[in-house]
């Protein structure tokens, strides 16, 4: 495999272990303002990401390379509302996306058609990342400063299952 490559792979599943890492770091906050079922959506979410760092793992592995895990930052723990959440949350997938889209043309540039192949389920997702954070800042807009409304949405976004 390309040393490149190899290398932003490697940097990609830092990302998305932070991925993982922030939204937990949201759900806390959620749990805290005793918001559970965004809590437990921002939970499904961590765990997604953390699904998205192993299929990078698996697929390195696969190709008999080692991974190198890289130190991941603090996320931030500090939100004054649920639609400045969802702010980040949008703008932070829009920035996963932007680095899919750089390893794709990477793996295009180099020929590695299987990294091509991988990289374009991750492509995808990223798609349903995207629409699905902005669905939800879109509805916490339209309902801001309505608390019974906060709460059935609360009570919605609990229902989220794990994929």
């Known amino acids: ?3 490149k490559l190899y290398e932003e792979l490697n940097n990609q599943i830092k990302k998305e272990l932070y991925s993982a890492y922030l939204y937990l770091s949201m759900a806390s906050y959620f749990d805290y303002i005793n918001l559970e079922g965004f809590a437990h959506w921002m939970k499904v979410q961590a765990k997604e990401e953390f699904g998205h760092a192993m299929k990078i793992y698996e697929f390195l592995n696969d190709r008999g390379e ?8 603090k996320p931030p723990s500090d939100f004054s509302s649920p639609v400045e959440v969802f702010e980040k949350t949008l703008e932070h997938e829009k920035n996963v996306t932007k680095s899919i889209e750089n390893l794709y043309s990477l793996a295009k540039e180099k020929n590695d058609y299987s ?3 991988m990289l374009q389920w991750f492509i995808t997702e990223q798609v349903e990342e995207e629409k699905q954070a902005s669905i939800i800042l879109e509805k916490l807009k339209k309902i801001e ?3 019974y409304l906060l709460m059935y949405f609360d009570k919605e976004l609990g ?4 994929k």
């Not at 080692?66 to 930052?73: K, T």
């Not at 229902?159 to 794990?162: A, I, L, P, V």
Request: aromatic share 4%; glycine share 4%; charged share 55%.
């Open 1 to 3: 495999m390309d040393k």
């Open 66 to 73: 080692r991974v190198v895990f890289q130190e991941i930052e």
């Open 115 to 117: 990294a091509e192949i």
């Open 145 to 147: 400063g309505k608390e």
């Open 159 to 162: 229902k989220r299952e794990e």
